[in-house]
């Protein structure tokens, strides 16, 4: 199986609340996590990845907790601000043949309240 | 740095046109990705290409086709567009490792009416 599945769809909080995404996957062979940001009329854009290897990178006010037998991953904002305001995709990229293909979650809607 | 460059930002088509959206990245990219956005829906794989005259497919290529000519361009064909392929369409290429980020173009917005 090479879905990705991110929950919540959508996510409301307070300025300087916790914003936590979460994701599964099923398929081991994945061997990279990144995060993107996409904001409204634009491209996806990196944020945050990280590799199974480890089990949290932190930068800045973003982290990803990685738990390799439970197959998932978070991405956690501290001291959410109006301007995390975005869609967020968690991904997971796997090595077939040779080529490397990106697995993109179904995205969730974050909106932080001033 | 230009990065990931699309083209046209906006296009209605009518049922049954055809219509290709253009993709350049002048960062040297070996592979580069088409994907097509859908409300709630994620992100979903049309085309992908691993370098210059190689292209595959990805999870959803019906009704759309691509050519790899350069290094550079990564053009999406549609053929009698249809209403389900109302979306946004977004560009993307890696570096030759192919795991580092994907950088995207800004996407195209298209409506089939």
């Known amino acids: 199986q090479q879905q990705v599945k991110q929950s919540p769809q959508s996510l409301i909080v307070q300025k300087g609340g916790i914003s936590i995404i979460n994701c599964a996957y099923e398929?081991?062979?994945?061997?990279?996590f990144p995060w993107y940001q996409q904001f409204p009329g634009k491209g996806p854009a990196l944020l945050i990845a990280?590799?199974?290897?480890?089990s949290e990178k932190k930068e800045g006010r973003f982290t990803i907790s990685f738990n390799k037998s439970a197959k998932q991953f978070s991405l956690h904002i501290m001291d959410s601000q109006p301007g995390d305001s975005a869609t967020y995709f968690c991904?997971?990229?796997?090595?077939?043949?040779?080529?490397?293909?990106?697995?993109f979650g179904t995205g969730t809607r974050l909106k932080v309240l001033a | 740095n230009a990065g990931v460059t699309q083209t046209p930002k906006f296009r209605i088509l009518k049922i049954g046109q055809s219509m290709t959206l253009q993709c350049t990245q002048d960062?040297?990219?070996?592979?580069m990705y088409w994907y097509r956005q859908d409300p709630g829906m994620g992100l979903k794989l049309i085309y992908y290409?691993?370098?210059?005259?190689?292209?595959d497919k990805g999870e959803v290529p019906n009704g759309y086709n691509v050519s790899r000519s350069t290094t550079e361009d990564f053009p999406l064909r549609l053929e009698l567009a249809a209403p389900s392929q109302t979306s946004v369409y977004f560009c993307?290429?890696?570096?030759?490792?192919?795991?580092?980020?994907?950088?995207f173009g800004q996407g195209t917005r298209l409506t089939v009416v």
């Open positions: 960062m040297n990219h070996n592979y």
């Open positions: 991904a997971a990229v796997i090595s077939t043949s040779g080529t490397y293909k990106y697995i």
């Open positions: 398929n081991t062979a994945f061997d990279y």
């Open positions: 290409s691993v370098g210059a005259g190689i292209t």
């Open positions: 990280i590799r199974p290897d480890v």
């Open positions: 993307a290429s890696t570096s030759p490792q192919g795991w580092t980020e994907a950088f």
